[in-house]
């Protein structure tokens, strides 16, 4: 019986420091945009006893969606860099 409670108590204070990051997180981080086509591949799946063959088009769906998530991303990230350097040379400009 006290070997359940210390568990509880673990789990508890293991949680507690985990919580802040999970109930304050960005809007969107830990966010997956194909997270509904990684869904139906694996209803897929499972619903054809993990013939993958049958479930070709629900992989390549995913894979495409992946693909353009990582893309838009990248390009996203380029952006914020470019216009960081850009900012920061006109502030050199501005140094006498």
């Keep these: 019986m006290a070997a359940e409670s210390t568990q509880g108590d673990t789990h508890d204070k293991a949680w507690k420091k985990a919580e ?3 109930t304050h997180k ?3 981080e830990y966010y ?3 997270q509904d086509f990684a869904d139906r591949s694996l209803k897929c799946m499972k619903r054809n006893a ?3 063959e049958m479930c070709h088009d629900y992989f390549q ?3 495409d969606c992946k ?3 990582v893309s838009l991303i990248q390009n996203f990230a380029v952006k914020v860099s470019i216009t960081c350097l850009v900012q920061v040379l006109h502030l050199i400009r501005e140094i006498p």
């Design 26 to 28: 960005h809007a969107s």
């Design 61 to 63: 769906a995913y894979r």
């Design 50 to 52: 993990f013939e993958r």
């Design 20 to 22: 802040k990051k999970f």
């Design 67 to 69: 693909k353009n998530w």
């Design 32 to 34: 997956d945009p194909c």
